[in-house]
């Protein structure tokens, strides 16, 4: 997926958490700690992530913990086959 693309699907899943948790959007941001998603919301970002993006996320040679900031996340995007 190309950066300003995964970028942009990135954000619209994350709206609204970050706008309760009262967050703005920076690459070095941890979902988790900064409490804009807990471990099941995170779960879902994943898989809706995986279905929008057309991407297969292979979870078991990613360790989930080290998809927690936005910029990982973008990383991910950009580098996943589809």
């Known amino acids: 997926m190309q950066p300003p693309h995964a970028r942009t699907l990135l954000l619209e899943l994350l709206d609204g958490p970050l706008t309760r948790a009262g967050e703005a ?11 804009v998603l807990d471990s099941i ?3 879902e970002l994943l898989s809706a992530l995986q279905e929008r993006a057309g991407i297969t996320l292979d979870l078991l040679q990613t360790d989930p913990a080290e998809l927690t900031t936005l910029g990982a996340l973008l990383h991910l995007l950009r580098t996943s086959p589809r």
Do not use: H, T
């Not at 959007?25 to 409490?35: K, V």
């Open 25 to 35: 959007p920076r690459d070095e941001l941890d979902l988790i700690e900064a409490g």
């Open 41 to 43: 919301a995170f779960l």
